[in-house]
């Protein structure tokens, strides 16, 4: 009758099987083992105890790397020298032996190695294979070991910074996830949608986690809250050179704005587009009556998100 030791019996992986890869997240090490593992599908080395990880790349695609680093417990009782190797493929169909071709070079290190994939397709699955062996003379060995996938993983964008001025909301622009999350979430009314209304006191920086394909990515943005002029309420021109024009301050920074004051009955008394003179307080050349107005400042300004027309009124004192 043949013994065998509790010690040399090993739980086979989960991973064990490329229909039961592990998918990896990019930048997120992970710990794995080949320990019980069986032999799996041979590429350009013999397979020894093999197991499998996958990853998806994002919408770009491009270029990925996987670090394979061994620990002191790679090895049989009583066996040293061990190593591990591996390879990249692709399928056409998933898991298929008959559809897998190499994408990276097969790769082989006593105490890892680094495999590279260039010109990888977007939103694509890719499989990784890690084999271990002793001193590579076909024999399985036991390794336990991390592995991190670098390279255009899930990579969740929370768009451009945005630019309101009080009062003001705006739609913010997430993208890149199936799922998502912001934080904070008082001022926006569906925080668990890629575009959400915020509508901001203050100046605000919203964090963006999305989650696609089981993997996490997060995002900042921030909407900035501009007083973009102060248009002050009443002036005096009279003449005497104290207070004789409507001073606006700010509005220098708006070249293309658009500055009208209505009478309280509705006729438009002065017009500008710019504003580089301020108005003086006539009307073809007449100086209007005293009393108050009701002005329209439009900024036309592409920075400003949803910008609205700002209103007030100004009062002529003589």
């Known amino acids: 009758m043949l013994c065998m030791l509790a010690n040399d ?8 099987d490329c229909a039961t890869a592990e998918l990896l997240c990019m930048d997120e090490a992970t710990l794995g083992t080949t320990a019980g593992a069986t032999p799996g599908i041979d590429f350009c080395f013999t397979s020894n105890a093999s197991v499998w990880y996958s990853f998806i790349t994002n919408d770009l695609g491009g ?45 082989a290190g006593e105490y890892g ?5 260039a010109g990888l397709l977007p939103n694509t699955e890719y499989w990784i294979q890690v084999d271990a062996t002793i001193n590579n003379q076909g024999v399985p060995s036991s390794c336990d070991f991390n592995i991190i996938v670098t390279g ?8 451009p910074d945005k630019t309101i001025v009080p009062g003001q909301s705006v739609a913010l622009e997430g993208s890149g996830a199936d799922t998502y999350s912001w ?13 959400p209304m915020a509508n901001p006191v203050e100046t605000t920086t919203y964090t963006l986690t999305g989650t696609r394909d089981g993997c996490t990515s997060t995002d900042e943005v921030t909407v900035f809250i501009v007083e973009p002029i102060k248009a002050p309420n009443a002036f005096t021109p009279n003449g005497d050179g104290i207070n ?8 220098d920074r708006f070249p293309n704005v658009i500055v009208e004051v209505y009478s309280r ?9 710019g504003y580089i003179t301020p108005w003086d307080g006539t009307n073809n050349g007449n100086y209007i009556p005293e009393g108050t107005y009701y002005w329209v400042i439009q900024l036309n300004d592409e920075s400003l998100s949803e ?3 700002i209103t007030g009124y100004i009062a002529i004192v003589r």
């Open 152 to 159: 255009p993983g899930i990579s969740v964008s929370a768009g």
């Open 63 to 107: 270029t990925v790397s996987v670090i394979v680093n061994r620990d002191s417990t790679c090895n049989n009782p009583g066996e040293t020298g061990n190593g591990v190797q591996g390879v990249v493929v692709s399928a056409t169909i998933p898991c298929d032996p008959t559809s897998m071709t190499e994408v990276s070079a097969c790769v």
């Open 183 to 195: 934080n904070p979430t008082n001022t926006l009314d569906f925080p668990t949608d890629a575009n």
């Open 265 to 273: 009955w509705g006729q438009r008394v002065y017009s500008s587009v």
């Open 113 to 117: 190695f680094v495999l590279t994939a």
């Open 244 to 251: 004789d024009v409507w001073e606006i301050n700010g509005i």
């Open 307 to 309: 910008e609205q027309p």
């Open 9 to 16: 019996v090993f739980a086979q992986p989960p991973n064990d």
